[in-house]
């Protein structure tokens, strides 16, 4: 079984390169799954219901955020309109699972492949450097403890690469691979945990690399050399798709290869 995991789609430019190649990448890879993190799809920050329907057109089963999760507040509207059991688009859009209580929306889904293979995605949060989250470790084991589905995928949206290392060693041997995102910088450090786990610290930004992380460079520049604050606007330049292949084993869930990818124009 291949799962096809698509890095943080950032803005116009991050939404086009994935267009461009997210077809021929799944045919190519025989792609079973598709998940694609999608939390700066509209204009670098938040998810808009259209945008959400759109990346489901081009093949996405399940639809992972972070912490600008509500920059687009018509979202809410959409992650509620359906009850927790529902297999329908809005509930495959997931909010990191360990937001504080309160929230709107799921940060786990349930699923089955066309090819009738049971199959989870959990959505978490770091807590290193950012707020408004509850301890992603216990989360993962609270969530793992009600998953009856062996091939699990851990969208890990994270700031520090200790904290994001640490959660791969903590999941090896419970869940098919844990991957990181948020930086919008891919790592190098794909690998195959001793249990079976496919890890990588961070996929990688699907957008614009002619800026600083999606911003356009000119903005952040102004900021860092001045302190002035100052609106800031994605990039449309030099886009790349950041990606992982995982190959895993369907009926135990034990990854046996991950491949990253990045493709340009």
């Not at 209580?101 to 786990?108: A, D, L, S, T």
């Not at 948020?182 to 195959?192: G, K």
Request: proline residues 4%; glycine residues 12%.
């Amino acid at each position: 079984m291949n799962i096809l995991f698509v890095g943080d789609v950032f803005g116009s430019a991050g939404r086009r390169i994935v267009r461009e190649h997210i077809g021929h990448v799944r045919k190519a890879h025989a792609v079973d799954l598709v998940v694609i993190n999608g939390e700066n799809a509209a204009g670098g920050f938040g998810l808009t219901p259209q945008i959400a329907e759109d990346l489901f057109d081009l093949g996405a089963d399940v639809l992972t955020t972070g912490n600008h999760v509500w920059d687009k507040r018509e979202l809410i509207d959409y992650m509620n309109s359906v009850p927790a059991d529902s297999q329908e688009r809005a509930r495959r859009v997931l909010r990191p699972a360990n937001f504080l209580r309160g929230n709107p929306g799921y940060g786990v889904f349930e699923g089955t492949t066309e090819g009738g293979v049971p199959y989870a995605v959990i959505d978490l949060m770091g807590r290193v450097f950012m707020n408004g989250t509850n301890d992603p470790f216990h989360a993962a084991n609270d969530i793992l403890a009600g998953i009856k589905a062996k091939v699990i995928l851990v969208d890990f949206h994270a700031e520090a690469t200790s904290e994001k290392v640490a959660m791969g060693w903590y999941l090896d041997g419970k869940v098919t691979a844990v991957l990181g995102t948020h930086t919008h910088i891919p790592t190098a450090d794909q690998r195959i945990l001793p249990g079976g786990t496919a890890y990588q610290t961070d996929v990688g930004m699907s957008g614009p690399y002619d800026s600083v992380i999606g911003v356009e460079k000119e903005l952040v520049l102004h900021r860092f050399l001045t302190g002035m604050p100052g609106k800031f606007e994605a990039a449309k330049g030099n886009p790349k798709m950041c990606a992982a292949v995982i190959t895993c084993d369907a009926a135990t869930g034990r990854a046996s290869g991950i491949q990253r990818i990045m493709l340009g124009e």
